[in-house]
């Protein structure tokens, strides 16, 4: 073969080695890429698993539990006292002639859904439950508070009134006196916007 054939064989087994060991050193860094790749993948997921990084709700969040509003007791003026009167006179004119858009003016949803459902149940049964000259006996405050930005204020209200219920179809009297009026007691719940109007929220027998 000669010096020269020698030279050539050399040359070509060099190169065969390189193009393997080119392939080896590929596929080492082929595997250690995609190793690396799922170890980034799997990072984030440990941290939050074992430092508690994901948000989290109820009070153990640090603070993003809503707060309760503080409760502060107020004193009832008498321009308090003057709305509360109005508001039972004006209540139980309009429960007496079963004018809801006058209940709806003067109460809170919730204690209008109960006043329109007594109205609904005296239709239903044929009588209706006329009230008139309501007159305020005494009131005293139960107690008067301040809830963020709303006040709330429960009176004993007693009151007299005529309080009879009619048969809707023939006028008779079911039950109560036309001529003499009752005495009622009952607890009053009031609540307002502060620096709004008072509405009735809540009656207690």
């Known amino acids: 073969m000669g010096y020269g054939g020698m030279g050539g064989g050399m040359i070509i087994s060099l190169i065969q080695l390189l193009v393997v060991g080119g392939l080896i050193w590929f596929v080492v860094g082929y595997f250690r890429r995609k190793a690396g790749s799922s170890d980034a993948n799997l990072h984030p997921q440990n941290i939050s698993q074992f430092t508690g990084s994901q948000p989290v709700a109820g009070p153990s969040a640090g603070g993003y539990a ?35 858009g006058r209940l709806r003016e003067l109460t809170t949803p919730e204690i ?82 502060i620096s709004g109007a008072w509405k009735l929220s809540a009656i207690q027998e």
């Open 112 to 193: 209008m859904s109960y006043l329109s459902e007594e109205l609904s149940q005296n239709a239903t049964s044929g009588r209706r439950n006329e009230v008139s000259a309501t007159r305020l006996v005494d009131a005293e405050v139960s107690e008067a508070w301040q809830e963020g930005n709303v006040e709330y204020a429960t009176i004993a209200m007693r009151y007299a009134s005529i309080d009879v219920m009619r048969d809707r179809t023939s006028g008779a009297i079911v039950s109560g006196d036309p001529h003499t009026p009752s005495e009622t007691t009952e607890l009053w719940t009031f609540t307002r916007p």
């Open 66 to 100: 809503p707060q309760p509003q503080p409760i502060v007791e107020f004193a009832i003026t008498d321009s308090d006292k003057a709305a509360f009167e109005r508001l039972l006179n004006g209540v139980q004119d309009a429960f007496g002639h079963e004018d809801y």
